[in-house]
């Protein structure tokens, strides 16, 4: 019955003859196997008898089988199915609470399952599954790693936005190094696509009164605010419904702020959020009600109740001063400077920035164009003073912007202070101004500590990049995860450079099957690459431990297995 199933799927194809790797490529994904063209081309080689890049109707079926019948889930198929020919419904319920641990599962599930991966009616019709049915469920996304679930937003989004961590970018126009590579507004267009839900817009004078994006007193090139605001509107809304925040690094005059605040309302209409949805706020509003929204973080002048009372006024020339550290000081200067100053709780005056009669920081007068400000409704840009500025002072709708090093000295010195923080703040965090080639911090040790912006160099693949999007990969790739409860409660004790007392740990056995469709290797004789699987385990230190198996030589070996407590 499979016999003639099959030939009758691909006879067709093979009327004119021959078929080459490129349709043979297409012919397994017209029967539902999912594979690498990689892959296929290098079995595709090993079986073209002739060498003449065409292959008969009995070297497709050869393909086939060293693809799809893959010896493990044979093994797995004749253990449950009994006759070794079909699995019936109750068969299938048997290897899915026995082997995939599936405690729910029932009968009408399992028939379900039949009815979507079984490709031979008559199987079908008998309510059984043959080993082609069972393939293509083994191979489903049913079955991956990541449940199904996580596949779609599934959390709570009524939360406010600080109980979230927020997929974000650091330098968003960079596409390479941070000194000399080029701005590009690819940079934007992937991260979105991505996920990522705060980007980050440098914006400097240009010429003929139009704002331009790069990173300033470097030799990057520039790009035009109002092309990278038009790129932004087409692509925001595309992977995710939740709301898009644009963190400007704003060093514009007035008069191009003012034209900034222009192209900010003309290009996203009413999709820019301008007002307060609430009239009495006391917290951030929460993902789902600002679904489509853009918020423009920046400096803000007055408070929410005075932008809304000038809401509809002609703001054209009006500008006002605030008194800002100097941003251009190096970071890391600054930093190792200033942290025993930053958190001496006792100092008589929260905010000031003085040790032993010395300015630590150059301060400055900014100006600020009213249009501009105006747009910045939750996310106000506020300097970082010290935890104890924050509890007394600092508003729901500020966020803090840290460097990386000065974050890292807190999170070890005062890490439950930084927590009780987060809890109530947005706080975002960015790489050290010496991360000249655009490389990345370890994200992981800012979200232990409930930091919602982990700013990161999208351009720049790596273990960081790794964890970023297995994490955003969660929630329907929302770009919105909502944090746990110890980190959202303002009571919360937890610390994690601190061992929990009374913990009961879990201790995580994982059995590695097999590795399928692995990539050629050029460093190999044979061209089967030695295999070895690495896994790692990310989150506070105590929980965080590295296991591998051994190396499999020309990757003839199969069935290894590791623990971890």
């Known amino acids: 019955m499979e016999n003639k199933w099959f030939l009758s799927k691909i006879r067709d194809e093979f009327k ?78 048997q290897f899915l609470i026995q082997e995939q641990y599936a405690l729910d599962m029932t009968t009408n599930i399992a028939f379900e399952i039949i009815q979507k991966y079984e490709p031979i009616e008559e199987v079908k019709r008998a309510h059984q599954m043959s080993f082609e049915g069972f393939i293509r469920y083994m191979g489903s996304p049913e079955c991956q790693i990541l449940k199904t679930d996580c596949g779609k937003v599934y959390q709570d989004m009524n939360h406010p936005l600080n109980d979230y961590f927020i997929s974000s970018s650091h330098n968003t126009y960079l596409v390479s190094d941070q000194l000399l590579g080029p701005s590009d507004l690819w940079g934007y ?89 609430d009239d009495f706020p006391d917290k951030l509003p929460s993902p789902k009600a600002l679904k489509f929204k853009i918020l423009v973080r920046n400096k803000k002048i007055g408070s929410l109740r005075e932008t809304r009372e000038r809401k509809g006024s002609d ?167 909502l944090k746990p409860h110890f980190l959202r409660d303002i009571k919360t004790e937890f610390n994690p450079n601190e061992t929990p007392k009374d913990i009961d740990p879990v201790t995580l056995t994982i059995r590695l099957i097999s590795g399928i469709q692995l990539p050629p290797s050029n460093h190999s004789s044979s061209n089967k690459a030695d295999t070895v699987v690495v896994l790692e385990i990310f989150g506070v230190p105590n929980d965080h431990v590295k296991r591998q198996t051994r190396v499999i030589k020309r990757n003839d070996q199969r069935s290894v297995a590791f623990g971890s407590g």
Request: proline share 3%.
């Open 315 to 481: 703001k054209h020339g009006q500008v006002e001063e605030y008194e800002e550290i100097d941003q251009d000081v190096d970071d890391e200067v600054k930093e190792s400077k200033a942290l025993a100053i930053l958190e001496d709780d006792s100092q008589k005056e929260p905010g000031a920035i003085i040790a032993a009669g010395l300015p630590l920081f150059r301060r400055r007068r900014v100006k600020v164009a009213m249009a501009l400000s105006d747009l910045v409704i939750y996310t106000k840009a506020e300097k970082f003073i010290s935890f104890q500025h924050s509890r007394l002072y600092q508003q729901f709708n500020e966020s803090n912007s840290i460097g990386e090093s000065e974050a890292r000295k807190l999170s070890k010195l005062k890490g439950h202070e930084f927590i009780l923080h987060t809890s109530k703040f947005i706080t975002r965090i960015y790489p050290k101004a010496t991360r000249a080639d655009s490389s990345n911090f370890n994200p992981q040790e800012f979200w232990n500590i409930g930091c919602q912006m982990v700013a990161l160099n999208f351009q720049t693949p790596g273990l960081p990049m790794d964890l970023q999007n297995g994490k955003f990969l969660d929630n329907g790739c929302s770009g919105y995860i």
């Open 16 to 93: 004119g003859g021959k078929i080459n790797v490129e349709k043979t490529y297409r012919l397994l994904e017209k029967l539902d196997i999912p594979c690498n063209y990689i892959h296929v081309k290098s079995v595709f080689k090993d079986n073209d008898r002739l060498k003449q890049g065409r292959i008969t109707i009995e070297e497709f079926r050869s393909i086939y089988r060293i693809i799809a019948h893959r010896e493990e889930i044979i093994e797995i198929f004749n253990t449950y199915s009994g006759n070794q020919k079909f699995l019936f419904e109750k068969n299938l319920l």
């Open 189 to 277: 267009v992937s991260a979105l696509v991505k996920g990522c839900r705060c980007l980050e817009i440098d914006c400097w004078d240009g010429s003929r009164n139009e704002p331009v994006v790069y990173h300033g007193y470097t030799l990057t090139s520039k790009l035009l605010f109002k092309t990278v605001i038009q790129s932004i509107q087409k692509y925001a809304f595309i992977t995710s419904d939740y709301p898009v925040v644009l963190s400007l690094e704003n060093h514009c005059s007035p008069s191009q702020q003012e034209v900034m605040a222009d192209i900010l309302q003309s290009v996203f209409g009413d999709a820019l959020l301008s007002d307060m949805l």
